[in-house]
């Protein structure tokens, strides 16, 4: 092999190297707060269908671990009635979850909320693709009533 193949091989073999490291190993700065809303687009129960919920929630990454506590902050259901929660009339949640790291595409989070709501438990989970550092955005499914629909993580900032 000539000094030129090989130079070339390592060069390429470098980029390629350093491509991976920023991409499937870039660091995921999801510890602070979050508010996300829910938005329920197919329901068991019609009356959920178009329904909006608001959470403020507090989050933990290690390595690729999610961990964290949600409240439930706000309501806006289907009919227009508006809800704000306060002090002890809060939900609240356990969140659990994992970062699934893609070389090509985006980071996915899998995100699952253990919730103790108003006159039962039920379980959430979030697909999320990161936007950005301080927006996240996909799909949640939950049991409480079969609902499906979409959801947005934001970042509080102030």
């Given at each position: 092999?000539?000094?030129?193949?090989?130079?070339?091989?390592?060069?390429?073999?470098?980029?390629?190297?350093?491509?991976?490291?920023?991409?499937?190993?870039?660091?995921?700065?999801?510890?602070?707060?979050?508010?996300?809303?829910?938005?329920?687009?197919?329901?068991?129960?019609?009356?959920?269908?178009?329904?909006?919920?608001?959470?403020?929630?507090?989050?933990?990454?290690?390595?690729?671990?999610?961990?964290?506590?949600?409240?439930?902050?706000?309501?806006?259901?289907?009919?227009?009635?508006?809800?704000?929660?306060?002090?002890?009339?809060?939900?609240?949640?356990?969140?659990?979850?994992?970062?699934?790291?893609?070389?090509?595409?985006?980071?996915?989070?899998?995100?699952?909320?253990?919730?103790?709501?108003?006159?039962?438990?039920?379980?959430?989970?979030?697909?999320?693709?990161?936007?950005?550092?301080?927006?996240?955005?996909?799909?949640?499914?939950?049991?409480?009533?079969?609902?499906?629909?979409?959801?947005?993580?934001?970042?509080?900032t102030t």
């Amino acid at each position: 092999m000539s000094f030129i193949e090989s130079f070339l091989g390592r060069t390429i073999w470098t980029i390629a190297s350093v491509f991976f490291q920023k991409t499937a190993y870039k660091v995921l700065s999801l510890n602070g707060s979050w508010v996300y809303e829910q938005t329920t687009t197919h329901s068991a129960y019609n009356p959920y269908i178009g329904m909006r919920l608001r959470y403020l929630s507090l989050l933990t990454i290690d390595e690729n671990k999610v961990s964290g506590t949600a409240e439930k902050i706000w309501e806006l259901s289907s009919n227009g009635e508006e809800r704000e929660y306060v002090g002890k009339n809060r939900s609240t949640a356990t969140i659990s979850g994992h970062v699934k790291r893609k070389i090509f595409g985006r980071h996915e989070i899998i995100i699952h909320l253990n919730e103790d709501g108003h006159g039962r438990k039920y379980s959430t989970q979030h697909i999320l693709a990161v936007s950005n550092k301080d927006l996240l955005m996909g799909r949640f499914s939950s049991t409480a009533a079969n609902q499906i629909g979409t959801c947005t993580w934001n970042r509080r900032t102030t």
